[in-house]
């Protein structure tokens, strides 16, 4: 068994953006907030397996911080 750990670090509201996007598609993934930290844990039973995880969590976190900077600098979120 192969365990990954990512930690990332951001903003908490672009942390909380990429939670809420990734936790209900990937139930087997562990995610983890602590202030402007964000650990993401997994497990695969081959390395190919963990490989292939590893670069799409990687990839899909790249394009939601992507958008979100994007929208923070269009000024396109709206406050609550």
Request: hydrophobic residues 40%; without cysteine; proline residues 1%.
């Amino acid at each position: 068994m192969i365990e990954i750990e990512i930690k990332f670090r951001g903003d908490e509201r672009l942390l909380d953006l990429i939670v809420f996007s990734l936790k209900p598609d990937y139930k087997d993934v562990f995610f983890e907030r602590s202030g402007g930290l964000l650990l993401v844990k997994f497990s695969a039973d081959e390395v190919t397996k963990a490989r292939a995880k590893f670069n799409t969590i990687t990839r899909l976190i790249q394009s939601i911080t992507d958008i979100y900077n994007l929208t923070r600098e269009e000024n396109l979120f709206r406050e609550q």
